[in-house]
């Protein structure tokens, strides 16, 4: 089998395509995952403190 650098490139198109396929659909699994929703939503709630107010 030859390397040519056209094989390469076909080759890293290829499976680079479905890395980030792969990689989306395990973002989106962990992202709706039932379990993970208390920690997102404290990290809604808690992106400001009550401390943290507008200049007057």
Known sequence: M????????E??????LFYLIGFSICVLV???WPANRERFDRAKKNI?????RPWT
């Not at 030859?2 to 490139?9: E, P, Y």
């Not at 400001?48 to 943290?52: A, R, T």
Request: net charge negative.
């Open 2 to 9: 030859d390397m040519t650098h056209a094989t390469l490139v």
């Open 11 to 16: 080759a890293a198109k290829t499976w680079g």
């Open 30 to 32: 962990y992202t709706f």
């Open 48 to 52: 400001l403190d009550e401390d943290d």
